[in-house]
């Protein structure tokens, strides 16, 4: 895995394995649910993956949405393809809804609704609590 799939707490963060895509559980949480999706290559630009890896990603984002509808209940939901720290191909996937969410005895409010999601304002997630999420979530992409 590369060094962007590492920071995002691989493997313990590790919800859903495609072939050519890993789904994370984000260890900072601005929304309940809140993910990264990140290409397995080491190219640090979209159009440089694969076609394969493009065609997967059809899979790959209808699964999350599925998922993500059962266990969060967003409203809508954003893919934020930001790569200004972390290098490699990804995108931060955040649920968004009206008003708060609970998780684990945890609130989980959407602080930036209506508009633009404010990372910033994140449930940080310790070891325990990000594998224990990321197996909340895994049920959900069966």
């Known amino acids: 895995m590369n060094a962007t799939i ?12 495609f ?13 309940l649910g809140s993910l990264v999706l990140a290409a397995k290559s080491d190219v ?31 409203e809508k939901l954003n893919y934020l393809m930001l790569m200004m720290v972390d290098p490699h191909v990804h995108f931060h996937v955040i649920p968004r809804y009206e008003g708060a969410r609970e998780w684990s005895g945890m609130n989980f409010t959407d602080n930036g609704w209506p ?3 404010d ?9 325990a609590q990000l594998k224990e999420l990321a ?8």
Request: proline share 7%; charged share 20%.
């Open 119 to 127: 990372l910033g304002q994140a449930v940080a997630l310790d070891d």
């Open 135 to 142: 197996a909340w979530l895994a049920i959900g992409f069966d």
């Open 6 to 17: 590492e920071k995002f707490g691989w493997p313990t963060s590790l919800v859903k394995e």
């Open 44 to 74: 640090t630009a979209f159009g440089a993956l694969p076609e394969s890896a493009h065609a997967e990603l059809k899979q790959a984002s209808a699964t999350i949405e599925k998922a993500l509808g059962k266990l969060v209940g967003y």
């Open 115 to 117: 508009k633009t999601p």
């Open 19 to 31: 072939e050519h895509w890993v789904v994370l559980a984000r260890p900072a949480q601005p929304t």
